[in-house]
């Protein structure tokens, strides 16, 4: 059904690891082989094979207008042609600053880089320089890219691969890492308690997407604010998935919890290599070249990119956008669950502004072991049979899912009419 995807996968295996530059993308998890798209507009994609698709994973979070949303489209056409790159500072970057420092208070300043992952790894290289300690805390099955210190009992693809602690990282780098369970707030009080003094900052996704969709809940909040505080570590956000995708507050404006440092990426570039970190100016007056600590990069607010993010956010922060793109994100969940539902199929749901999360089994997880006991079969079986009726999920059990602004009834109403059949199709389908 998918020929030219099979020939270019093929081709691609035998000179990309993988056949991917990504490891998710391999559809490893779900089995069968990746589709390959050529192009994607609103809500809609189409492979190389002329199949169209609803697109639920809008590369991962960063389109939240759909793709090739045409101001975006038009403000990177425009940068382009006034040169791609100049290694110096551009006015773009001073109003993707204030934009950024007016739509999130707890940023007093702000510095962009080109992925999350370089914003986490430099927040947290901060927060060490900044503290004079080198212990930091995660939570397990976070994602926080792909640095040394946060490979440790990582989400996303690590946790799909079954590799959360990578391989090349070494014991006493991964040992200054601990990892403790999302949503428990005596081990957040006890590890304080065991390594007083020693902890530079604690991360998190404050709403975690990358074991599926779990919130924190307030207390958890409330008590990793009040600990970082008192025993003088720093509270790092890392926002990348939920920075202006769950609110335009992000997580940190709908929880009413102020971080010390936050990082961005995905929507703050919408699809191009964006990312950042910022919060209390005293920190992040520790950074090269006030500071002692060093963070650099030949690309960092490139204008292009920059272009892109800087049109994305003005419609993403306009009145209303998130009350709109939040109700029609929980009608899509709704009408998922009440067709597993009529199916007889455990099957629950949850989402937060215009991202979302799928469940096998009967209520939303609150934990990465709840997340755990989810069927994964189940969802395996889904994918492939909402792929053959022409819509894209993310290609794993362990992923949230997201929504545009160019989705509308008629997407839903298809994809409800998937999931009628992909819930009806016997297991061997
Ligand atoms: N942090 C979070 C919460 C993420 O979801 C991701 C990417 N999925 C990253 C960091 C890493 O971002 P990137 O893939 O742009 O390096």
Request: a neutral charge; one cysteine or more; hydrophobic letters at 45%.
């Amino acid at each position: 059904m998918r020929e030219r995807s099979r020939d270019l996968f093929e081709r691609s295996l035998a000179l990309i690891p993988g056949g991917v530059n990504s490891p998710v993308r391999a559809f490893a998890s779900v089995g069968g082989t990746p589709v390959f798209f050529r192009e994607g507009r609103g809500a809609r994609l189409t492979d190389v094979d002329g199949h169209e698709y609803i697109d639920y994973v809008g590369s991962w979070g960063p389109l939240i207008l759909g793709h090739a949303h045409p101001e975006v489209v038009a403000a990177v056409t425009a940068a382009a042609q006034k040169g791609l790159s100049f290694g110096a500072p551009t006015e773009l970057e001073l109003e993707m600053a204030e934009l950024l420092t007016r739509a999130l208070p707890s940023l007093e300043q702000v510095r962009l880089v080109s992925s999350g992952t370089e914003a986490v790894m430099s927040a947290l290289r901060l927060a060490r320089g900044f503290t004079g300690r080198s212990l930091l805390v995660k939570f397990e099955g976070c994602y926080h890219g792909h640095s040394d210190f946060l490979l440790v009992k990582a989400g996303s693809g690590a946790l799909t691969f079954g590799h959360p602690t990578s391989a090349g990282v070494p014991p006493e780098l991964a040992a200054q890492t601990l990892v403790l369970p999302y949503n428990d707030p005596a081990a957040v009080v006890e590890v304080f308690a065991r390594h007083p003094d020693q902890i530079a900052g604690i991360v998190l996704e404050p709403i975690a997407g990358n074991m599926n969709f779990v919130r924190p809940s307030m207390e958890f909040l409330r008590t990793l604010r009040e600990q970082c505080t008192k025993h003088g570590a720093l509270l790092v956000f890392d926002e990348v998935m939920t920075g202006f995708r769950v609110g335009a507050g992000s997580a940190q404006g709908l929880f009413g919890i102020t971080p010390d440092l936050t990082t961005l990426g995905k929507v703050i570039g919408g699809g191009m290599p964006v990312g950042a970190f910022g919060g209390r100016r005293d920190v992040m007056a520790k950074l090269a070249p006030l500071g002692p600590v060093y963070q650099a990069g030949t690309l960092s607010g490139n204008p292009v990119a920059v272009s892109a993010g800087l049109a994305t956010l003005k419609r993403v922060l306009e009145p209303g956008f998130f009350d709109k793109l939040g109700r029609a994100t929980k009608s899509l969940v709704e009408g998922l669950v009440r067709e597993a539902k009529a199916a007889g199929i455990p099957f629950s749901g949850d989402s937060e502004g215009a991202m979302f999360g799928l469940f096998f089994r009967a209520s939303p997880p609150a934990s990465f072991a709840e997340v755990m006991q989810s069927d994964r079969e189940a969802f395996n079986r889904f994918f492939h049979a909402m792929l053959d009726r022409g819509v894209y999920l993310a290609p794993s059990a362990y992923e949230a899912g997201f929504v545009s602004s160019a989705h509308g009834p008629a997407d839903f109403e298809a994809t409800f009419a998937a999931a009628r059949q992909a819930f009806a199709a016997p297991r061997s389908s």
